[in-house]
């Protein structure tokens, strides 16, 4: 079996959002919203710290669909528009769903976006990826984990662009790849872990 | 019977509304979800919220009615039968919430071509199905055969699980997410049962007062105080469970817990939960425990009346102080993705969930509830006939069998 997966280096990471926007960029995704987020951890603004002076900590959390092994968002559908793949990802089928958004409610992570209306771009004409489907109204859109250009053999572009080397994708039911051997170090965390959804992201803190 | 000169007036006002919400919903419809205050932070709104309050009113109803067959209450099923059409238009209501809520209503299809029946929502859909079924088959027994037929003792007997397990499904869309900790919780369900006894007996002696008073059904005082005690003790628990959840969120202090508290107790939807206390718990049970108001056909009305306000209170706070605070919380937040939305600093970020109905919204749910109005009167005015029959209906001992 094939269980992809991202592991984010928080000590790497510059919060610089390079992988938001490669991210937006590729997938088609419209104005207004974004699938990969970078979020300065615990603080109303961006890049601010956290604590009192000078005992100061600053952390990035870069949010997307964390791929859960226990995905909330799935159990819940009624129609079955999300669903795991035979790699491992959670997936939306969007020409099953009917946009009822209770997968918005039931994912911890913030991480699904529903297009309101009919998907804007600017600049116009559509960018990105060209085996990415836009999206219509009335549908819920997240991070794919690339699927199009990773089932071609390339990198996620959120991995591609990061300037930092704070991303490793790969498979986490190989014992010797690189991302298995990162989830096996002691610094290796979960979002949320106390809600047990086991998700395939993981945080090097 | 005709209706009288302000009874058509209120008919055309009531349609006049209900036209209106029509045509917001077709602007909906062309226009998307984006004509709504709901965004990615807050992607439930006020359709929801009417949701969960309209299945709570038809549960109430039902209950009572089918209570009556099933226990013999011989007083109550004297008033089955409008206990009956409210049930029956506030099931109908509900369910075009749900799908004016709905991005695609037009895949709408697909909950019966690709079912996944590990959603609540999809539970809900069934038997929301089957309760609707079955109030029509009670309502078809009813007029066919009588209140004491044995064909409704056999429909009760279905219809009273089923009005339960209806509100309780409608609980588990909202208490089975751990994400969100403010309603991942056991007692929602039976949370939302008792809600639904105290609101939907409180809409059902409204309908009564009014019916009364338009002289198209009699009901004695005594029968009207009766239901007002039942509601009493209902209200009762009500506040009682709200106290359970409320302690349990607040007591051990830890961080969303003591969030959702802040916000539910002093923060945005304080004064929804407030309203719901006051009006809704202390106000109807200080009157009506004593058993000289409950005689007070006024006071009961009134009293109703602010528990079905109570009631909407509590859906709106329940629904949304859970939709405020983020999980992973930091800066810039959670993308709004409406671009109608217009968050604190004008950006397309929230940090913070927010949201405010818009005119759309607002246009609609007065027209889906102006509709419902009309509903129940054409339904009283078809069903009910005249005040005669309907007492009449309610034989002193065992005529009735087989009638």
């Keep these: 079996m094939t269980k992809l997966a991202l592991a984010i280096d928080t000590e790497r990471c510059t919060g610089c959002q390079t992988c938001s926007i490669g991210c937006k960029t590729s997938n088609k995704i419209p104005m207004n919203m974004y699938w990969s987020r970078t979020i300065t951890q615990g603080c109303d603004y961006e890049d601010a710290a956290e604590g009192v002076y000078p005992n100061l900590t600053k952390t990035f959390i870069s949010m997307s669909c964390q791929h859960c092994t226990n995905a909330p968002c799935q159990r819940v559908c009624p129609v079955g528009a999300t669903y795991r793949d035979d790699k491992g990802r ?36 559509i960018y990105g990826d060209v085996d990415v489907k836009p999206r219509t109204k009335g549908v819920v859109e997240k991070c794919t984990l690339c699927r199009e250009a990773t089932d071609r053999g390339e990198l996620p572009m959120c991995v591609r662009v990061c300037p930092s080397h704070a991303r490793v994708w790969g498979d986490l039911d190989d014992p010797n790849s690189e991302i298995s051997q990162l989830a096996r170090e002691a610094r290796a965390v979960h979002l949320m872990e106390e809600d047990g959804t086991e998700p395939q992201v993981f945080y090097l803190m | 019977m005709n209706f009288t000169a302000k009874g058509k007036a209120a008919l055309g006002i009531l349609a006049a509304i209900a036209a209106c919400g029509v045509a917001a919903w077709i602007y909906q419809l062309t226009g998307g979800l984006s004509v ?30 089918s209570s009556a067959s099933i226990f013999h209450v011989r007083q109550y099923k004297q008033v089955a039968l409008p206990a009956i059409i409210v049930s029956t238009v506030c099931i109908t209501m509900a369910a075009m919430f749900v799908c004016i809520d709905l991005g695609g209503v037009q895949r709408v299809l697909n909950l019966l071509l690709s079912p996944n029946f590990t959603s609540p929502l999809m539970w809900d859909v069934c038997v929301i199905s089957i309760y609707l079924i079955l109030n029509i088959i009670y309502l078809v027994f009813m007029k066919k055969y009588g209140v004491d037929s044995h064909q409704v003792s056999i429909v009760s007997r279905f219809a009273l699980p089923t009005a339960i397990l209806v509100h309780s499904v409608t609980a588990w869309i909202f208490g089975l997410e751990i994400a969100k900790e403010g309603w991942n919780s056991a007692i929602m369900a039976p949370l939302f049962v008792v809600s639904a006894m105290d609101s939907g007996l409180g809409l059902l002696l409204i309908v009564l007062a009014a019916l009364k008073k338009a002289k198209m059904f009699t009901v004695g005082r005594d029968l009207m105080a009766n239901l007002a005690g039942l509601m009493c003790t209902c209200v009762a628990i009500d506040g009682f469970m709200v106290f359970c959840e409320v302690l349990t969120e607040a007591y051990n202090g830890t961080a969303m817990g003591s969030a959702i508290i802040g916000d539910m107790l002093f923060g945005a939807t304080a004064p929804f939960f407030w309203t719901e206390i006051v009006l809704g718990v202390l106000v109807p049970f200080c009157i009506l425990v004593f058993a000289k108001n409950r005689k007070r056909e006024g006071l009961v009305v009134f009293a109703s009346a602010c528990v079905v306000t109570g009631v909407f209170c509590k859906r709106v706070w329940l629904l949304f102080t859970s939709f405020l605070n983020f999980n992973v919380a930091g800066a810039p937040g959670v993308s709004i993705g409406n671009a109608n939305v217009v968050y604190a600093d004008g950006g397309m970020w929230m940090t913070i969930g927010s949201y405010l109905p818009t005119w759309t919204e607002l246009v609609i749910v007065a027209g889906m509830f102006a509709l419902g109005a009309l509903a129940i009167m054409a339904m009283s005015k078809l069903l009910l006939g005249k005040p005669d029959v309907a007492s009449a209906s309610v034989p002193d001992g065992a005529a009735a069998q087989g009638a």
Aim: hydrophobic share 40%; with cysteine.
């Design chain 1, 90 to 125: 959670i997936e939306i089928d969007y020409d099953k769903c009917i946009g009822c958004r209770i997968c918005m409610a039931a994912c911890p992570y913030n991480a699904r976006c529903f297009n309101w209306n009919d998907p804007v771009y600017d600049p116009d004409p």
């Design chain 2, 36 to 65: 709504t205050g709901m965004s990615n932070g807050v992607s439930w709104g006020l359709y929801i919220a009417c949701f969960m309050f309209l299945v709570g009113l038809s549960a109430g109803g039902l209950i009572v009615a």
